[in-house]
């Protein structure tokens, strides 16, 4: 793979994991305390000031979008340095929305302009599920962790981080199979051939994203949840560790596809 290939991936996680991180510590209440939050806007900024520096030509909404939340982050971060932990936290959902504006617009404008509407839609909806997936699995694998800091901390926010988990892991399993279906179908000769191709052995790299990015998730999703229910923080850390894993070479896998074949698959 060439440099732009790398840093068109690179760009790809920086910036979903970033706004599903916004989104997933958006969830959290104050009581994860100001170094759990300061730690999580830290990263988010970063990440999302990584991906502007390696992406290439963006759509302006995308780029006003990262933008207006790499800016917006900052300033929440220095909220909370300032002890104003409970204004930040109010203000999560500007960064995190104004982020998803952009990553949607990137999917919805990064469809070649012949083919069908329904490409640009799902590659929409495929950022937001993919920002997501990564922020709650991710996340909720770094709030894990602060159960041993805060061993008082209520099991809820864990538990809303895995119903999020969950939730996406539906989203992008449901997309997967749209675009299959429709693919397979279509008129648009390079679509279906690209679809057909899923089936044979230079779907290689499909198959890994499917067994990596969505059936390992599925199954840590389902552990993940049983251990919650019995408030058992440290078994359902590590199990978020092995889905880190996963979910960072599923979504690798899935955003080189995305980039390749243009099918937010």
Not at 5 to 21: D, E, I
Not at 30 to 59: M, N, Q, Y
Not at 69 to 79: K, M, N, P, R
Not at 146 to 168: A, E, F, G, H, Q
């Amino acid at each position: 793979m060439g440099v732009r290939v790398y840093k068109a991936l690179t760009f790809l996680l920086f910036s979903q994991l970033a706004v599903g991180g916004l989104w997933s510590i958006s969830l959290i209440p104050d009581e994860a305390g100001k170094s759990f939050f300061r730690f999580c806007t830290v990263i988010c900024g970063l990440l999302l000031g990584g991906s502007l520096l390696v992406a290439g030509p963006l759509p302006i909404a995308t780029l006003t979008g990262l933008t207006v939340s790499l800016i917006l982050t900052v300033i929440l971060f220095a909220l909370i340095l300032l002890d104003r932990l409970s204004i930040a936290r109010r203000l999560l959902p500007l960064p995190a929305l104004s982020g998803t504006a952009g990553l949607v617009w990137l999917g919805y404008l990064g469809a070649p302009v012949d083919w069908p509407a329904w490409v640009a839609i799902s590659a929409a909806i495929y950022m937001i599920a993919t920002a997501l997936f990564l922020g709650s699995v991710i996340f909720a694998m770094a709030l894990g962790h602060w159960y041993l800091v805060l061993p008082t901390l209520s099991i809820d926010p864990l538990r809303k981080l895995t119903k999020l988990m969950i939730l996406s892991t539906v989203a992008k399993t449901t997309i997967l199979g749209l675009v299959l279906y429709l693919g397979a179908s279509s008129t648009v000769a390079e679509i279906a051939e690209t679809v057909e191709g899923f089936g044979r052995l230079q779907g290689l790299l499909f198959w890994a994203r499917s067994l990596f990015g969505l059936i390992g998730p599925i199954v840590i999703c389902y552990m993940t949840w049983e251990t919650v229910k019995l408030n058992a923080t440290q078994s359902a850390t590590g199990l978020l560790y092995v889905g880190t894993i996963f979910v960072l070479v599923g979504e690798t896998l899935s955003g080189f596809l995305y980039h390749t074949t243009h099918l937010p698959v």
